[in-house]
């Protein structure tokens, strides 16, 4: 009896490579087909059900690897649905790079490692029987996901979570795209959360906030006496995620040289720990979120086509918050009960007439922004109703101040943030570590604010 689910079209000039495939998809219970040649691979797939192909980018009789474009081409042209992962030599990555314009699915460096390959084709696999899965409602998605914490039921975001419901028990790279503010970390989170690594770490990166000189020690670790500081053994954030997610946030910001060290760990899964020459290999799902424009960074030279094709098996683009006005009552209401909580406000709405303004701004800040002015609006009137004029003379930057400070009606931001440390204070009976947390700041921060606005502990 036949119990393969699934048929995979090895194409290959290198028979040693095709033996060596075949007997270890067939240990993993693929069916498995072998051509050595593009003729042979053509006329297999006229004739056999396939479902994924692994096509080797040179062969013997074009090492340049323009004959592997073409079977590529012919492929899309004959069977344009099926998935394609491309195999090429590290030192020919700009082969794969060219075949993923052409529509390949992904592609890997030989020589390959067993388990990243098996990983790589159940994902092509999953994704594409998915694909018609793209139109649930809400109510239904949640039948079979969690996505508590992400607010919206518009169509926009409905789109988001219906990609979101699709990728996440797969291991595809994903690239997040959106402005500034709308919730680029709170989808990464969803899609871990959903994900069939929920039970290891998602490991958060903010990549604009590390220099090109630590890049190595920061991602990769450091062995004891690696250099000066270094006085003791330390895990980068790869090893910390390993087995769950890595979610890299702010990547348009990576120098080009930090570029290239990322690459290669994406591509090999291994890497060394500064200082040291053994190879730690390690299993993360790479998640990536940027408010930049990679494909015009990538025109420009300033983000390497290669790592931006690894990065982007899926892309996932958010909208921003006025293409999406009619989730602003719930996003408002969200966060207010959220506010009300942290500062122990036990009453306090939005009128119907204040939301409806609210729907009507174009919050170049996004979510971020407005969550931002109905914590300031909440804290600074003291109402139990927040009406219009309350948000419409809710302070905004002064830009043509010298020294940008934020004004909020004769009130400074260093008043502001005496005002929310007292409240905070009093909420939580002056328990250090829950105002810290509440407000987002260590320990040590919050006491040095203590000191400076003349707060007692």
Not at 30 to 43: C, G, R, T, Y
Not at 336 to 362: F, N, R
Request: overall charge negative; charged content about 25%.
């Amino acid at each position: 009896m036949n119990t393969y689910k699934h048929n995979i079209l090895v194409i290959d000039d290198d028979e040693s490579v095709t033996a060596s495939l075949s007997l270890f998809l067939k240990q993993k219970k693929f069916a498995v087909l072998q051509a050595n040649s593009p003729a042979l691979a053509l006329e297999l797939l006229e004739q056999k059900k396939v479902d994924l192909i692994l096509q080797d980018m040179n062969f013997s009789r074009a090492t340049s690897g323009e004959e592997g474009l073409e079977l590529l081409e012919k492929i899309r042209s004959l069977v344009p649905g099926i998935p394609v992962i491309l195999m090429t030599a590290w030192g020919s990555i700009s082969l794969a790079v060219e075949g993923m314009r052409l529509g390949a699915s992904d592609f890997i460096s030989k020589p390959w490692d067993d388990e990243y390959l098996l990983r790589t084709i159940k994902t092509a696999i999953g994704l594409n029987s998915d694909k018609q899965k793209l139109n649930r409602t809400r109510q239904e998605l949640e039948q079979d996901f969690d996505f508590s914490g992400v607010i919206g039921e518009s169509t926009p975001m409905l789109a988001v979570l219906n990609t979101v419901a699709r990728v996440c028990k797969t291991d595809a790279s994903i690239l997040i795209l959106g402005e500034s503010g709308t919730g680029k970390e709170i989808i990464a989170d969803a899609i871990h959360r959903n994900s069939t690594r929920n039970q290891s770490p998602i490991v958060k990166v903010n990549l604009g906030g590390i220099t090109p000189s630590l890049f190595e020690s920061e991602m990769f670790g450091h062995v004891k006496g690696a250099f000066t500081d270094a006085k003791q053994e330390r895990q980068g954030r790869f090893s910390t995620a390993d087995k769950g997610t890595l979610f890299l946030d702010e990547i348009g910001e990576l120098d080009k040289s930090s570029q290239v060290k990322l690459l290669r760990v994406l591509q090999d899964q291994c890497f060394q720990m500064v200082g040291s020459s053994n190879n730690s290999n390690v299993d993360v799902r790479i998640i990536s979120a940027t408010n930049q424009n990679l494909e015009q960074m990538v025109h420009e030279d300033s983000f390497r086509e290669d790592l931006f094709y690894r990065i982007n098996l899926i892309t996932i683009e958010l909208p921003s918050l006025r293409e999406r006005t009619s989730d602003i009552p719930l996003l408002a209401n969200y966060h207010l009960e959220k506010v009300k909580e942290i500062y122990g406000i036990p009453k306090a709405s939005i009128t119907p007439a204040a939301m409806h303004w609210l729907q009507q701004q174009l919050w170049p800040g996004n979510i971020r922004q407005l969550c931002q002015m109905i914590e300031r609006v909440l804290l600074m009137s003291g109402k139990s109703e927040l009406e219009i004029s309350d948000f419409s003379h809710s302070p905004q930057q002064d830009e043509s101040s010298d020294d940008g400070k934020l004004e909020m009606e004769g009130v400074t931001l260093q008043q502001m943030e005496k005002l929310m440390i007292e409240r905070s204070m009093q909420a939580y009976k002056g328990n250090i570590s829950r105002v810290a947390e509440a407000l987002g700041v260590s320990r040590a921060a919050l006491y040095r604010r203590l000191e400076k606005h003349g707060i007692n502990p």
